[in-house]
Structures are given as structure tokens and as C-alpha cells.
């Protein structure tokens, strides 16, 4: 340890070096992290973040509410099966609105107060509780969806107060408003005045205590027909685009600890070449063979930790002064995630390195211009 420890202090340029270049690349899987997970919760937040367990869409939507529609006996038919605690109408749909003096589309989320599907993660103000009042996401907070504020509907001209801010509570990427069942009812009656009658986009439910979700889920699938149940896990992952952005995201990720474990492994491995002659007298005069190892390795660790702490210091300064409009946060999981593998991913990467170490003969130094090989 103390031989790690004097090389780098002998070497500080190199070393520092190296960490910077590990850091450079923590910080780009961070930061492409965090803006993943910030999308993500753009397109899903309000499913992730609502309070049903469980989400029944019609069988006919492909997992995606903006296409589902069920009929309002769905309701009570889910309601009376066995493991459902509670079970209401959920609607959803994307309206036109004037919000801030300007026109946008918003998406409104129908829930019935005091039952599932309100939303969870409020931070400011109260949820619903009377028609015509809602619940906003709070990136949205500037443009005209702060607390306090008034969204009118284009179609029909009805107003809605804002009574309540929910964090991370986006759908498609899009203002979100959680409002009244009735609310969401009314406003479909006046963008589409023919219609007879308004359905519910999905059913809300929350299993019976004792009863877990998958078990609600399967029990609805099996006695309902016309429908999918999902899970509140499953409708986020399965949501449309989601899986798809996760891929691609993690290919980059992928690719992004890849070069890591390359950068570590040519370095280690050149650095241990370089110095074959300093190691074989080390060997010669009874330094063991294990212990040129272990001070190999706590180079590696020492390296990668700064590293990981260079990286994940970019990456908090970059959202802190970037705007961050997609509300992108570094998650300590996953800085130590991320720093846990990229350690483990290089002291494989220095396999090359310590076997050079290993395979050292002591006996070359007694060959003139042997060690020099």
C-alpha cells in the first residue's frame, strides 16, 4: 500500500491525470443518467406518481392510457372482485388551454377525491376536493401553473384553480392538471358536445389489505374481459417510448463505462511496463510479489474514487447552472451504483497489469540488460 502511495505522490501529474479522465467519463454517464430519468419522469411521472397500485386500461390501447377507454360497469365490476380494496374511474386527456396568456396544451387527469389515483408527491398547496380546482406539476409552475393560478379551458371557457403543487407528476411530456373525475367529465362534454356519454380512460384500484398488487392484477385479468390490468410498476415501464429511451440511453452508458475500463486497464498495464525494471529490483532485493499487487490495486481504487468524485461534482455544478427545464436531479444511488461498478470494472481491467506483476522474475536482475525488457 504505502509503495501505491509513494508512486502517486512521485507521480502526481499522471495520476491526477488519469482520475480526470475517469471523471470526465462518471460525469458523462451521470449526467446522461439524470436527463434520462428526468424525461422518463416527463412522459410517466403522473402514473409513477399517482396512488393506485394498479391501472386497468382497455385490452385495446396497447398499455397506453392516451388510448384507452373503458366502459363506466368496468368500475363496478373490477370493485367487486376478491383483494380490490377500492376501485374509481380514472380519466385522462389532453385539452387546449390558456394558461399564462398563452395558449398550450395541458393534460388533465380525472381522479374521484379520497380514492385511488390521486396525486402523491404534493408539495405545495392541498389536492382537489371540489370540481373545477387542480392539482399542477410543479416543473410547470412558470408557466402559468403556479399555485394560485387560473387555467381556462379553450374549449367551453370554464376556469380551473390551481389549489396545489405535485412534483414530478408530468404526462407525455406535457403540463399536467389533477382535477375532479367530474371535472375531467365535464371538460370532454365540451370539447365534444355530441357525445352521449363520457368513460372513464382507465380504472384506478387499490388492493385489499394483505392482498399484493400482482395478485389484484392477475385476479382482473382473469375475470374481466375486455381489459388489462397493469401494475403502477408496470404501466411505467411499458408505457410507449419508455422502454425504447432506456435502451438507447443505457447503450451510451454502456459504451461510456467501456471506455473506462479501457482508459484504466491501458493505463495500468503501459504504467506497469514502463516501470518493469524499478519492479524486478523490487523483486530482487525480497519484495514479495503480492505486495506489488495490492499497492497496483490501491492506485486503481484511488484513482477511480476521485474519479467518481470529479465526475459526480461536474455533474451537481452542470444541473445547478444549466436551467435544468426537465427538473434532471443526481440521485445518490446511482453515483454510488455507478462508482461501485466502475471500481469493480477496473480492477478487472487491471487483470493485464497484475498479471505483468505476477510473472516478474527477480532472477533477471542478476542478466545484464534483462530488466531492461
Known amino acids: 500500500m504505502f509503495l ?8 502526481q501529474v499522471r495520476f491526477a491525470l488519469l482520475a480526470g479522465a475517469v471523471g470526465l467519463l462518471v460525469f458523462l454517464v451521470l449526467f446522461v443518467q439524470a436527463l434520462t430519468g428526468a424525461l422518463i419522469r416527463q412522459f410517466i411521472g403522473a402514473i409513477d406518481n399517482q396512488s393506485a397500485a394498479v391501472l386497468v386500461y382497455s385490452d ?7 388510448g384507452s377507454i373503458v366502459p363506466e360497469s368496468t368500475v363496478g365490476t373490477v370493485a367487486a372482485l376478491p383483494g380490490v380494496g377500492a376501485a374509481a374511474p380514472l380519466g385522462e386527456g389532453t385539452f387546449t388551454v390558456t394558461a399564462g396568456e398563452q395558449l398550450r396544451d395541458a393534460v388533465l387527469f380525472g381522479f374521484v377525491p379520497g380514492e385511488p389515483g390521486a396525486p402523491t408527491t ?7 376536493t371540489a370540481d373545477f380546482e387542480a392539482t399542477a406539476s410543479e416543473g410547470d409552475a412558470g408557466d402559468g401553473f403556479g399555485l394560485g393560478d387560473t387555467v381556462r379551458l379553450v374549449r367551453g371557457g370554464r376556469e380551473i384553480r390551481i389549489v396545489g403543487i405535485a412534483r414530478d407528476t408530468n404526462y407525455s411530456v406535457s403540463p399536467t392538471l389533477f382535477t375532479t373525475f367530474d371535472t375531467f367529465v365535464q371538460a370532454r362534454r365540451d370539447a365534444n358536445p355530441d357525445a352521449v356519454t363520457i368513460s372513464p380512460s382507465a380504472v384506478a ?5 394483505g392482498t399484493s398488487a400482482e395478485t389484484v392484477r392477475d385476479t382482473i385479468n382473469a375475470n374481466v374481459d375486455g381489459v388489462e390490468a397493469l401494475t403502477r410498476a408496470q404501466a411505467v415501464a411499458e408505457a410507449p417510448g419508455v422502454a425504447s429511451v432506456s435502451q438507447s440511453i443505457g447503450t451510451v452508458v454502456f459504451l461510456c463505462l467501456f471506455v473506462v475500463v479501457v482508459v484504466a486497464g491501458l493505463f495500468f498495464l503501459i504504467l506497469t511496463v514502463q516501470k518493469a525494471q524499478a519492479l524486478t529490483l523490487l ?13 497496483l490495486l490501491v492506485q486503481v481504487v484511488l484513482v477511480v474514487v476521485a474519479g467518481v468524485a470529479i465526475g459526480s461534482a461536474l455533474t451537481a455544478l452542470t444541473l445547478s447552472v444549466s436551467g435544468n427545464n426537465l427538473g434532471a436531479r443526481l440521485s445518490v444511488t446511482e453515483v454510488v451504483t455507478n462508482g ?4 469493480v470494472l477496473s480492477v478487472l481491467a487491471s487483470v493485464g497489469a497484475t498479471r505483468r506483476v505476477l510473472r516478474i522474475d527477480p532472477v533477471q536482475a542478476t542478466i545484464p540488460g534483462a530488466i531492461a525488457t
Open 4 to 11: 501505491g502511495l509513494r508512486e502517486i505522490r512521485r507521480a
Open 60 to 66: 385495446q390501447a396497447r398499455r397506453n392510457l392516451e
Open 122 to 128: 404534493v408539495v405545495a398547496g392541498r389536492l382537489p
Open 205 to 209: 384500484v387499490q388492493p385489499a389489505p
Open 283 to 295: 523483486r530482487a532485493i525480497g519484495v514479495r510479489s503480492g505486495t506489488l499487487v495490492r499497492a
Open 340 to 343: 461501485a461498478l466502475v471500481l
